[in-house]
């Protein structure tokens, strides 16, 4: 049983949903409200029977170390993503692959959250049906899709969040341009990219650095 809940997104909308249920569900004195990487590190360390909540964006470009740091701090957290609209099934492949115990979309919808973070409250693993098939059927996706960011996608992906033209990203990155378009398109599925703002979120994660503040 989850009974404290570590709250860590930096999308405002995704993020007030996530905390509207949390209280909801857990009550004030169980719900930590994380604006920044050090206070997430902090909850984490000091927190028991916890969970942790994250949207895509909050750990920009270096989910993999953030979560393994998690690991070490607290080997009993539990984490799961959620995600407004349609679930990105590669981000959600990566989760999983990663050591999410789930992957909850669609949380604007009321009783689709609610669902969502009862089974986590019982510690459940919750990842839709579709995206379970995906786990268990390797075959359907793109095995370099669901890696880790690698440093030249990153740089592309600062390229793209100032507007660079491909041409451009070519010259600062010093890719061809057939690797450029192919990284691009592996950076987009890994980060479960829908519009430009996600990659300034993500930019900004990664640049601000561990102090800085998200906004509320």
């Known amino acids: 049983m989850i009974t404290n809940l570590i709250i860590a997104c930096c999308e405002k909308a995704t993020k007030n949903y996530a905390v509207t ?3 909801a569900l ?7 409200i994380c604006c920044s990487v050090s206070e997430l590190f902090k909850a984490a360390e000091s927190t028991s029977d916890a969970a942790i909540i994250f949207d895509k964006n909050f750990m920009g470009f270096v989910m993999n170390d953030i979560l393994r740091i998690l690991k070490v701090l607290n080997e009993t957290l539990k984490f799961y993503f959620v995600e407004t609209g349609e679930c990105s099934p590669f981000l959600a492949v990566r989760t999983h692959k990663l050591g999410a115990s789930g992957f909850i ?9 609610k669902k969502g973070f009862l089974e986590i409250r ?3 693993d919750s ?4 995206i379970v098939r995906y786990i268990e059927h390797r075959d359907y996706i793109d095995p370099k899709c669901i890696t880790d960011v690698t440093r030249s996608e990153k740089e ?4 793209l969040n100032m507007g660079k033209t491909q041409k451009e990203i070519c010259s600062l990155v010093h890719l061809t341009r057939q690797n450029v378009s192919l990284f691009t398109h592996r950076l987009k599925r890994k980060v479960g990219y829908r519009e430009p703002f ?11 650095g561990k102090e800085d503040k998200f906004d509320n």
């Open 198 to 208: 996600d990659m300034w979120l993500l930019t900004q994660q990664s640049l601000n």
């Open 156 to 159: 592309i992906g600062i390229c």
């Open 122 to 124: 019982e510690g459940m």
């Open 127 to 130: 990842y839709p049906a579709d």
């Open 26 to 32: 857990f009550g004030e004195k169980h719900v930590c």
């Open 105 to 113: 979309p669609g949380i604007e919808r009321s009783d689709n959250c």
């Open 21 to 23: 249920s949390a209280l």
